[in-house]
């Protein structure tokens, strides 16, 4: 094992099951938008014959030194550093709607959680950050330090999805500054008691690294600018980890738009260009979350671009 394998540890979630689903064409053109240490983006080569082609996205530059190394010298593969919400500006024009497949593996990254000096975990201390890369400007000190209570009440409450967020929100502007992931999460357990207290610490460092990294604004710009890149026919595989995710997803694979609302012509076709093919949610074997608790909360979503069908006048 490589020096980079080691140090970038992350287990990729629903491995088989989603590299099935997404490779329908070995020749094709695949997009992991999410690369991280490369696991998913070695089970796609493997299924792809010479001609395949994969390319990897992420923002991390240490996620996509660890994929390169793991990868090694594949003509079949390349990276591109970025975030996946500006995909269709990333993605060579040439290859604009000839795309077979797009991968989106969401949230944090096991590895970028053990770094206490990333700010993402609570369980070591250490700055507040949460950036996933530096292109990204806006940082956790800066959300927990000069948000107004209005704002930061309402991420913990939206992404959060913490039922104590006034109570925290408060307290926040109350305590301030504040300098580290630990102070953070001593101000959160001084308001929330009891047996549900670490799912509050939790849920409040969700929200904020939500902020810090637009991550579902992120996830709509993707979502919406697939449709530009993928070929009809086309697929795209989405694991989430919270239900905030999940219903983005879940609404724009089953219209296309993120209403959710399926438009009709002045006949009643359906306008839809994307369609869901996996029933419902895929969710990880109860013998992979033993292996790997982390894969517990993943839901994965499967739909493919189709030709909508000819306005009749």
């Known amino acids: 094992m490589t020096k980079h394998e080691t140090e970038y540890k992350h287990v990729p979630v629903l491995l088989n099951e989603s590299v099935e689903q997404l ?38 530059d240490e996620a996509l030194e660890a994929a390169r190394t793991r990868i090694g010298n594949d003509s079949r593969f390349s990276s591109i550093k970025g975030n996946f919400g500006y995909l269709s500006r990333l993605l060579p024009p040439e290859i604009h709607g000839e795309v077979s497949g797009i991968l989106l593996d969401l949230g944090v990254s096991t590895h970028q959680i053990s770094q206490g000096e990333r700010g993402f975990s609570f369980q070591e201390d250490g700055p507040l950050d949460m950036r996933m890369s530096n292109l990204r400007g806006v940082s956790a000190h800066q959300v927990v330090n000069e948000y107004s209570y209005e704002d930061l009440r309402d991420i913990i409450f939206h992404y959060g999805e913490e039922r104590l967020s006034r109570q925290i929100a408060s307290k926040i502007i109350e305590e301030r500054p504040v300098e580290t992931t630990g102070e953070l999460r001593d101000i959160i357990e001084s308001v929330v008691h009891g047996p549900h207290q670490i799912k509050s610490v939790a849920r409040v460092f969700q929200g904020i690294r ?3 990294n637009r991550e579902l604004d992120m996830l709509r710009e993707v979502l919406e600018q697939s449709l530009e890149v993928l070929k009809i026919g086309g697929r795209i595989v989405a694991i989430s980890y919270h239900s ?17 609302k399926i438009e009709k012509d002045f ?25 790997n608790p982390a894969a517990r909360s993943a839901k994965m979503r499967v739909a493919e671009k189709i030709d909508q069908p000819e306005v009749q006048t």
Do not use: M, W
């Open 267 to 291: 006949y009643g076709h359906e306008l839809t260009p994307i369609k869901s093919l996996s029933n419902g949610i895929i969710r990880p074997t109860d013998e992979e979350v033993e292996r």
């Open 23 to 60: 490779v329908t064409d070995p020749g094709g053109i695949y997009v992991d938008c999410t690369l991280g240490g490369g696991g998913h983006a070695l089970e796609i080569l493997s299924h792809l014959n010479n001609n395949g082609q994969l390319i990897g996205i992420d923002q991390d």
């Open 210 to 212: 939500i902020e810090v």
């Open 244 to 260: 905030l995710e999940d219903r983005i997803v879940k609404r724009f694979f089953k219209a296309g738009n993120h209403q959710g």
